[in-house]
């Protein structure tokens, strides 16, 4: 029932020419097929390349990051009118780096997930703990204050337009992946208070990926488990082998 989704995070890599060659490439391997949704998010710089791309085709674009003002004196920052203008249908929200390196709160990024809704982008909402939260049991506690800030005063009819992306922090772009069934154990949890914030009509629908070095190798063990819905994908997702071989991973399952 509920469609996978391959997300590419391409953090701070892909000029604008290289990303008019990757998401070509990303198009061509798609094509027709509609049973997954694949999305892209470079850096701002080439979100206007990737939407030229990308148009028409079954490729969607992504941010990694907005702000949730309108306009105004924000030296460097980017609205999500702005990126509407682009077509950009989808903006990563709350990722570990963008809370540890910018010290983004749980307050700052519910209200960008608010805006970002208004504006009928669809955030992709990142959750995770670290190593040491982990080896002190509170994984639980940490996704459940993370998700449940996050979300804040989301209206109901909103709620299946949010994606969540469970992504251990120790689990980022270090090669260490969590096992399935660990990542099945958070992910049944973060469906539980999904179902408890938005009733269980539209909690079961609402997509929730996992991020932390899916690659080929470990994509078909970890989609398979019942509660993960997709991937966010960091490293695996600058080159369109590996990409399009997680799209084909998720495809196989649809
Ligand atoms: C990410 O940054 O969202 C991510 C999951 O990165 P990687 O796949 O490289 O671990």
């Not at 391997?29 to 148009?55: E, I, L, R």
Request: proline share 2%.
């Amino acid at each position: 029932m509920r469609k996978y989704l391959i997300a590419g995070n391409w953090k701070m890599n892909k000029n604008a020419a290289e990303t008019a060659a990757l998401v070509d490439e990303i198009v061509a391997a798609v094509g027709n097929d509609t049973s997954v949704s694949a999305v892209v998010c470079p850096p701002f710089t080439s979100v206007a390349t990737a939407s030229d791309k990308a148009a028409n085709s079954n490729v969607g674009v992504g941010a990694q990051n907005m702000y949730f003002e309108a306009s105004g004196a924000y030296t460097g920052e980017i609205s999500a009118e702005m990126l509407r203008h682009l077509h950009v249908d989808w903006v990563i929200l709350g990722h570990s780096e963008r809370r540890a390196i910018f010290g983004e709160s749980d307050e700052l990024i519910n209200k960008k997930v608010k805006v970002a809704l208004e504006n009928s982008l669809q955030p992709i909402l990142c959750v995770g703990e670290t190593i040491e939260e982990r080896e002190a049991g509170d994984t639980l506690k940490v996704v459940e204050t993370q998700l449940t800030e996050g979300l804040r005063d989301v209206k109901d009819e909103d709620a299946t337009s949010v994606v969540i992306a469970y992504e251990p922090v120790w689990a980022i772009g270090t090669g260490k992946t969590a096992t399935p069934e660990m990542a099945q154990e958070v992910h049944a949890y973060i469906r539980k208070l999904l179902n408890a914030l938005f009733g269980e009509e539209k909690g079961e629908q609402i997509r929730v990926l996992y991020g932390g070095s899916m690659k080929p190798e470990n994509a078909d063990e970890l989609l398979a488990q019942k509660d993960i819905d997709g991937g966010l994908i960091g490293g695996a997702s600058l080159k369109s082998s590996s990409f399009v071989a997680l799209i084909d991973s998720a495809k196989k399952l649809a």
